[in-house]
């Protein structure tokens, strides 16, 4: 596997990981709001899959798994040995999945604000009012509904 090909399989193998614990997070986080996460808006609900998790993770994945990514990668706590070849594919260490979990959970208790209407918190706090938000919208469609502002 050459150099850049390696690359882009361990980008897109690292967001893969993330995005999967993010999707957990949505989950919970529609349960938590009353709704059932199968039932998507912008996703098929085919195979039962979460589509409306899948829908809510749409507004933050890239806010925050290309964001841990990218800025592990940049600091240079991602780094080649994090990663392996096998079969064609690359696979993520021990360490590797260590410092990208790291990342991802200072990332979601990170503070921020302007990113919803009138509303402050960490990330993981913003996730859950957007479910809480869009639980709001669909039982009652004349509440207006508004994406996450990306730079607030």
Same mark, same amino acid.
């Given at each position: 596997?050459?150099?850049?090909?390696?690359?882009? !399989?361990?980008?897109?193998?690292?967001?893969?990981?993330?995005?999967?614990?993010?999707? !957990?997070?949505?989950?919970?986080?529609?349960?938590?709001?009353?709704?059932?996460?199968?039932?998507?808006?912008?996703?098929?609900?085919?195979?039962?899959?979460?589509?409306?998790?899948?829908?809510?993770?749409?507004?933050?994945?890239?806010?925050?798994?290309?964001?841990?990514?990218?800025?592990?990668?940049?600091? !240079?706590?991602?780094?080649?040995?994090?990663?392996?070849?096998?079969?064609?594919?690359?696979?993520?260490?021990?360490?590797?999945?260590?410092?990208?979990?790291? !990342?991802?959970?200072?990332?979601?208790?990170?503070?921020?604000?302007?990113?919803?209407?009138?509303?402050?918190?960490?990330?993981?706090?913003?996730?859950?009012?957007?479910?809480?938000?869009?639980?709001?919208?669909?039982?009652?469609?004349?509440?207006?509904?508004?994406?996450?502002?990306?730079?607030?």
């Amino acid at each position: 596997m050459s150099g850049s090909s390696w690359a882009v !399989g361990a980008v897109l193998l690292h967001s893969n990981q993330l995005g999967r614990v993010l999707l !957990g997070e949505c989950v919970t986080a529609l349960y938590a709001a009353g709704l059932d996460p199968v039932f998507g808006l912008l996703h098929s609900d085919k195979d039962r899959r979460p589509s409306l998790a899948l829908d809510l993770q749409e507004e933050f994945r890239p806010l925050i798994v290309d964001q841990v990514v990218a800025e592990a990668a940049r600091q !240079g706590r991602l780094r080649v040995e994090h990663a392996r070849t096998e079969g064609g594919g690359v696979l993520l260490t021990k360490a590797g999945r260590a410092v990208l979990l790291d !990342g991802y959970e200072r990332r979601m208790l990170r503070r921020t604000r302007g990113a919803l209407p009138e509303f402050t918190g960490t990330w993981r706090r913003h996730l859950y009012r957007q479910a809480q938000r869009l639980a709001a919208t669909i039982m009652n469609p004349t509440t207006p509904w508004t994406g996450l502002a990306w730079r607030p």
